[in-house]
Each structure stands twice: as C-alpha cells, then as structure tokens.
C-alpha cells in the first residue's frame, strides 16, 4: 500500500469507491450482505501500551517491531492476515496516527509485528527507523480491518504488491498456504531495486516450505532488464506476461488481491479486469503517504446550513454529536465529544473509520477504503463523510 517513503495504511481502493460516490441510506435490512468478507461482531476499541520486544533492520529504511501482547490483551490483539493497528505518537505536543498492517513472521503467526518505513524526517517512520529499541512502550489500538483473501477452499490466489504493500500480502500469502493444503499462492512484488524488497528472505524460506504451491516474482522498476519480465513497471502490456509467468487463468477460480500506491493499484485493477479477470474476485488495499498532513477535505454542501444531531454505536456504546456546516466531516463533529472515534489517515484511505449508516443519509468525497459491496451495504467512511438531513445513525460495531 509508494516504494520509497510511505509507511502502510490498509486501506482498499475501489473504482466504485474512489469516484466519490455517495452512498444514500437505506433500511439495513434492505441491503446486501457482503460476500467473502470477515465478519465483525463488535469493533475493539480503545488504546493500549505494549512494549517493543525486538526491532529488526530489514533495509536502511525499514526495521520490523514486535510488541508484547500481555496475557490480559491476547484477545483484543489477536489479528487476521490483512487487518492493521493504528499506532498513536505524541511528539513536541502533537500528535500523529499511523496505521500499519500486521505482518507476522511466517514461523509465528500470533506474533504482532509491524513493518515500519522511515517517512519525512520528523515522522514516526523516521523515529522507529533510528531511535526505537527493545522496552520502548508504543500505544496501539486493537487490529481491525476487511481486507482479506476468500475464505473458500482452493483455488489460486494471485497477490500483486508495490514496495510496502508487501506487508500484508506477505501475511496473507502465508496464512493460505499454512491453512489450505488445496489452494496456490503466487506473489508478484514491483520494488525499485532488489535491495528494497522488504522480507524477501522470509518470502524464500517459505517458498522452500511450500515449494510446489509457491511463487514469487520480483519487477524492478528501476533496473533495466532488457524486454525481461523483471525489468520495469507493471503495466498493460506486462500484466498479461506476467500472469502467464504464474500461470494463472481468469475464472471464478482465480482471486486477486493488490497492495500498494494508489496509482499502481488503480492501473493494476484496470489491466486485470481488461485481462478478463472477475472484477468482482479482485480485492485491493491502499498505502497513505507517511508523516503528511491531510491534504483535501471532503466537499462541504452549499446547502449545509442546517444542524444534524448524530447517533453513533462504538464499542457498544451510544455516543451524540452535533453536526454543523463548520465540521469538514463527521469524524471532526464527533471528535468534539468523543476523542477515541476511530480514525488515523482522515484521507478515506485507511478505513480505520469505518461506519455503517443505520438512518439518515450522508454525502461523502472519494472513499478509497470501501469497496463496491460495502458502500452498497451503507457503509461510509466518516472522515470523508458529511450528513444530509437532521438526524443520523451510524454503527462502527458493525
Ligand atoms: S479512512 Fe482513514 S481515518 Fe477515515
């Protein structure tokens, strides 16, 4: 989920969801399920302190963290491949929120570890980069997330990454071959140069475990190879070549999932879909760029005068805001009275703010988190979102 200087935030871009649509509620029980998705019973809310128990260097620009998960949090912290944690940083009386996948090593899948890539020079990046070591306390929220791999038996799953997007696709590539005996893996990685592919060497040793339903390609994007396929970015005239590679076919036995910069993932999606791929069996996640501030904020209604009173469920609790034409979003009305609403990259692309709309309806800029089925089912993403109407419902839990 930008090979050089983000740091992961999950989030899945969508064509659907990145045009800016606007999702108008509807009675829940009107909508469809989603398919294929993890089910949430109860979003894990609230803030814990965890100890750094070893930082690795992986490259010059990225080092491995693995927290202590206390035996009284094993619950709140137990995570699934693709799902991130969002981590709070004070620094000189500000405060910065990150989200990171969760990217155990495939020997301990239980573990929390995070892959962290330095940023701008006053970031979080920057400071777990250089500084962070062993017994240092970091604040973390519990994981959460949808981006997942189907969860049927079988079939080829095809992962196609850009530099960090690596980090849950690596998960995710290793949970599946470890669970499901019947499915294969392939993994295409595009990184600038052989020295930026973050865990390449955990990548092989499970290509040795699983040598016969594993594969990994490299595309160096900065290195020449000639008309080779390992040379250059992935692009129309590539992609096919590339999956002929992995011998991967279109068909509802095929499921893709993409994780990287924005740009590679939308032009990614749209060769796999020119290709004949199932649009549909294709999930993706976007990176946020690191250490910056938001940098546009959601369109504000001309006719957004009136005062909306907002219901939200978080964490099995009813929390009121009012809504007025001087919030951006209704993530900044919340805040006022509810600083632990979920949220990090307040750009609609970690999904950290995930909602569903229960009643009432709102109106959002682009939201690159969702995919088609959730803002078909009334999710939103509450940064990006502004209200129409006077009252609102909406549940995180959900
Ligand atoms: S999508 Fe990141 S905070 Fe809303």
Redesign the pocket.
């Known amino acids: 989920m930008r090979p050089t200087v983000n740091t992961p935030a999950t989030?899945g871009p969508d064509a659907a969801a990145a045009t800016g649509a606007t999702p108008a509620a509807t009675p829940t029980a009107s909508r469809p399920e989603l398919p294929d998705r993890p089910r949430t019973t109860g979003r894990r809310t609230g803030w814990h302190r965890l100890a750094v128990v070893g930082v690795q260097h992986l490259t010059g620009d990225a080092v491995a963290v693995t927290l202590e998960v206390p035996e009284a949090l094993r619950d709140v912290f137990t995570h699934r491949p693709g799902e991130h944690v969002v981590l709070r940083h004070r620094r000189a009386g500000a405060e910065l929120r990150r989200s990171y996948s969760v990217c155990p090593p495939p020997a301990d899948p239980a573990a929390l570890r995070l892959v962290i890539r330095r940023g701008a020079p006053d970031g979080f990046g920057a400071h777990a980069v250089t500084s962070l070591s062993p017994g240092d306390i970091l604040e973390l929220s519990p994981p959460t997330g949808t981006f997942a791999l189907p969860g049927r038996s079988g079939g080829h799953h095809v992962l196609i990454a850009g530099g960090s997007g690596i980090t849950p696709l690596a998960a995710m590539a290793a949970a599946a071959l470890r669970e499901d005996p019947a499915c294969r893996v392939s993994l295409i990685h595009s990184v600038p140069t052989a020295a930026d592919a973050l865990l390449a060497d955990e990548l092989s040793h499970l290509k040795d475990s699983f040598v016969d339903r594993f594969t990994v390609l490299y595309v160096l994007t900065q290195e020449e190879h000639g008309s080779g396929l390992s040379g250059g970015r992935i692009d129309d005239a590539k992609l096919p070549r590339l999956l002929t590679a992995v011998d991967a076919h279109p068909g509802p036995g095929t499921a893709f999932a993409l994780c990287g910069p924005a740009g590679m993932v939308v032009a990614v999606r749209r060769a796999l879909t020119a290709w004949g791929a199932d649009p549909t069996r294709i999930r993706s996640e976007l990176f946020t760029p690191a250490d910056t501030p938001p940098r546009s904020a959601p369109p504000r209604q001309t006719a957004a005068s009136r005062r909306t009173r907002v219901t939200a469920l978080l964490g099995g609790h009813r929390c009121l805001a009012t809504a007025g034409p001087e919030d951006a979003s209704i993530?900044d009305a919340l805040l006022r009275t509810h600083p632990d609403v979920p949220?990090?990259?307040?750009?609609?692309?970690?999904?950290?703010?995930r909602a569903r709309v229960l009643s009432g309806r709102v109106t959002a800029g682009p939201q690159y988190?969702l995919h088609a089925e959730e803002l078909a089912a009334g999710y939103t993403?509450?940064?990006?979102a502004r209200p129409l109407g006077t009252e609102l419902t909406l549940d995180f839990d959900a």
């Open positions: 989030a993530l949220h990090a990259c307040r750009e609609g692309v970690c999904g950290s703010c988190a993403l509450v940064c990006r």
